[in-house]
């Protein structure tokens, strides 16, 4: 099987490019960390690649709001280019800064021209920084297949409150099955803080375009590539779970070598 080619786009502050490269590689990709710079010169095509990973940092620092400068050259510089990847179905996948930056660029959840949804300041007014108990939800997203209902991911955040426009957006992601992912509490349950880490409306965690291959995730599965990094896998017997964020990973690859 040809090893697929995936993209992971950095700029300055992005700090989860490394570790992504390798969780890809693990998972059985051909990976290239390049600068958006690159694309922008256009030394870096990104019709090149089959997917695109925007990874998890604080892209220039998070100035005016988390992701927002980011989105902005995506959409003013590299739009047409962006679009034509979009179109030939090829995957986009936006882990923490890289959910705000979709968001921002109104491609999630795409119901039109302008910005639908946000991700703001969390309810406790701080970074938090822990594993959360995720529902994984019937959604057409094909990267969660044969992943437990309920599953464990680490968050690091300050900015991952969930907020729609308003209920119309909401009820259409709903109807749309675009909500891929909730906090819940450890038995399933409808989550509050802590469990629902920054007080997102609906207990959205990830969401994801009409066709379920533009996927948006405060959680990093980067960080749960190995039975090693769940915090309690001493625990577990006779052996741990396989890493849930290893899984998502590895259905990403999956579908493009299909």
Same mark, same amino acid.
């Given at each position: 099987?040809?090893?697929? /080619?995936?993209?992971?786009? /950095?700029?300055? =502050?992005?700090?989860?490019?490394?570790?992504?490269?390798?969780?890809?590689?693990?998972?059985?990709?051909?990976?290239?960390?390049v600068h958006l710079n690159q694309f922008l010169s256009r030394k870096k095509k990104l019709k090149d690649y089959q997917a695109l990973i925007i990874p998890g940092g604080f892209s220039y620092g998070d100035d005016i709001a988390a992701g927002k400068v980011l989105a902005n050259q995506l959409i003013y510089c590299l739009k047409n280019e962006l679009c034509e990847f979009i179109e030939k179905k090829k995957p986009v996948l936006g882990i923490c800064n890289g959910f705000q930056v979709l968001v921002k660029t109104g491609l999630l959840p795409g119901f039109g021209s302008h910005q639908q949804v946000t991700l703001t300041w969390n309810d406790s007014g701080h970074f938090e920084c822990r594993w959360v108990y995720l529902k994984v939800e019937a959604s057409v997203c094909p990267f969660t297949d044969n992943l437990p209902e309920i599953i464990?991911?680490?968050?690091?955040?300050?900015? =991952?409150?969930?907020?729609?426009?308003?209920?119309?957006?909401?009820?259409?992601?709903?109807?749309? /099955?675009?909500?891929?992912? /909730?906090?819940?509490?450890?038995?399933?349950?409808?989550?509050?803080?802590?469990?629902?880490?920054?007080?997102?409306?609906e207990e959205v965690a990830g969401i994801c375009s009409s066709n379920g291959l533009l996927l948006g995730m405060m959680p990093h599965p980067e960080r749960c590539t190995l039975a090693q990094h769940f915090p309690d896998w001493?625990?577990?017997?006779?052996?741990?779970?396989?890493?849930?964020?290893?899984?998502?990973?590895?259905?990403?690859?999956?579908?493009?070598?299909?």
């Open positions: 099987m040809v090893k697929p /080619r995936v993209v992971i786009l /950095r700029v300055a =502050g992005t700090n989860c490019d490394r570790e992504t490269e390798w969780a890809m590689k693990m998972a059985g990709a051909i990976v290239e960390r464990q991911l680490p968050v690091a955040h300050a900015e =991952g409150k969930f907020l729609p426009e308003n209920k119309k957006v909401m009820q259409a992601l709903e109807k749309g /099955r675009q909500v891929v992912f /909730r906090y819940v509490t450890p038995s399933g349950e409808k989550a509050t803080y802590p469990y629902n880490p920054n007080g997102s409306v001493l625990r577990y017997s006779p052996e741990c779970p396989q890493p849930f964020g290893f899984l998502i990973l590895q259905n990403v690859v999956k579908f493009i070598s299909q």
